[in-house]
């Protein structure tokens, strides 16, 4: 087999992720790099069209990054048997009509998550995508990241022994809009926009934990839009109706119980903006998107309350850093090769739209537990 080109059409690139993670920082180099290689030594290069509804900013990202092909109209390039791959990163409320388009096309789907803005729609795409015959993916780029690599290798490992409890913390600060303009879009805070942090992070948390220590089981929450007023990229105010941070339990596996705080309402004191803590019968690790630290049981200090005296123990002193041995890619972009590996020669993926839609139903369980009160159980869901 010679080298391929790929054409992939690239809806929603005008977006902050869109642009910096999925075209500069993944499509773009791995085509300037000469693309990814494949087993015979042949290469498949990703060639992007660009999708999306700005005649300018599609024009000026084009010829900064010398891409020769843009468009406005989706219709016009979904029936280009030259670019048999759709990919999506547009808001959420807009991807389920062009993936509905891009299936019925014919062509290899992969997007962002969450992958529709119901569990019902979510499925039905699955099940249209599978009825297709066309390869699909969703993306899961926690997965991908040194952090996260170095925790696999210690569960791998058996580093932990018997897994007890996952604890999670996640979030940062996003200004009001008033004094400092918000480092997130209007549309993240308006439930009618899809806009809220169950929709946006459960689907995460869902895959790191499915992936990384078994299926979800049940589901405990409870939401909160701790700042109700905010004002928009026009200086505008506006009532924050979704959710801006949500304290979820979640059963996973054989037992183990997580425990994970999401919020744009609370300030950093931790290394990185995400950290999962995990705690074993023969170790602990604290993993973020790029660190990890290790604390086995034979050199655990021996703590001991005594609110009377000043403690002599510095505790984060008896942790280990887990060393890279080796070179870490961008998550995206490795995700990334391994789709475009998986649509070539159809190599194993297991971040398909059924595994997205799996995300979904955690987050509308989330949403529900803390309507209700009452801890939510999550039933197996089929596309078929």
Not at 31 to 49: F, H, K, N, T, Y
Not at 290 to 312: E, F, I, L, M, Y
Not at 317 to 324: A, G, Q
């Amino acid at each position: 087999m010679g080298d391929r080109v790929l054409g992939i059409a690239m809806n929603g690139v005008t977006g902050r992720m869109g642009y910096r993670q999925h075209l500069t920082r993944s499509v773009l180099a791995i085509r300037d790099a000469g693309g990814v290689e494949l087993p015979d030594g042949s290469r498949v290069i990703p060639e992007p069209v660009l999708v999306g509804r700005s005649e300018r900013k599609l024009r000026d990202i084009a010829e900064k990054h010398g891409i020769e092909r843009w468009t406005t109209d989706l219709d016009s390039v979904l029936s280009d048997d030259g670019v048999p791959v759709y990919f999506d990163a547009q808001i959420t409320h807009a991807r389920e009509a062009a993936v509905r388009s891009a299936i019925a096309a014919g062509r290899h789907i992969y997007v962002e998550k969450p992958t529709a803005s119901t569990l019902d729609a979510a499925l039905e795409l699955a099940k249209l995508a599978e009825q297709a015959g066309v390869r699909n993916g969703v993306v899961q780029d926690k997965l991908f990241l040194p952090g996260l690599i170095k925790l696999r290798r210690l569960l791998d490992s058996g580093f932990f022994g018997k897994v007890l409890s996952i604890r999670g913390e996640f979030g940062y600060w996003v200004f009001e809009g008033d004094g400092q303009p918000a480092q997130r879009p209007s549309w993240n805070y308006r439930a009618e926009d899809g806009g809220g942090i169950v929709l946006d992070m459960f689907p995460h948390w869902h895959y790191v934990l499915e992936h990384l220590f078994g299926p979800v089981r049940t589901v405990t929450a409870r939401t909160a839009t701790h700042i109700p007023r905010r004002w928009d990229e026009h200086g505008e105010p506006y009532e924050a109706t979704a959710d801006d941070a949500a304290y979820g339990i979640f059963e996973v596996g054989d037992g183990i119980i997580a425990q994970i705080n999401s919020s744009w309402s609370v300030r950093v004191d931790r290394d990185e903006l995400v950290e999962f803590q995990v705690d074993g019968t023969h170790g602990s690790a604290v993993a973020g998107l790029r660190s990890c630290r290790v604390q086995h049981r034979s050199v655990t200090p021996k703590g001991v309350w005594d609110p009377d005296a000043a403690d002599p123990v510095r505790y984060r002193e008896d942790w280990s850093h887990v060393p890279d041995n080796g070179e870490f890619t961008n998550g995206f972009r490795a995700q990334w090769e391994d789709y475009l590996r998986h649509v070539v020669l159809g190599t194993p993926f297991h971040h398909d739209l059924l595994s997205g839609a799996r995300g979904i139903q955690m987050a509308e369980a989330g949403l529900l537990s803390s309507r209700t009160g009452r801890t939510v159980e999550l039933g197996e869901v089929s596309s078929t």
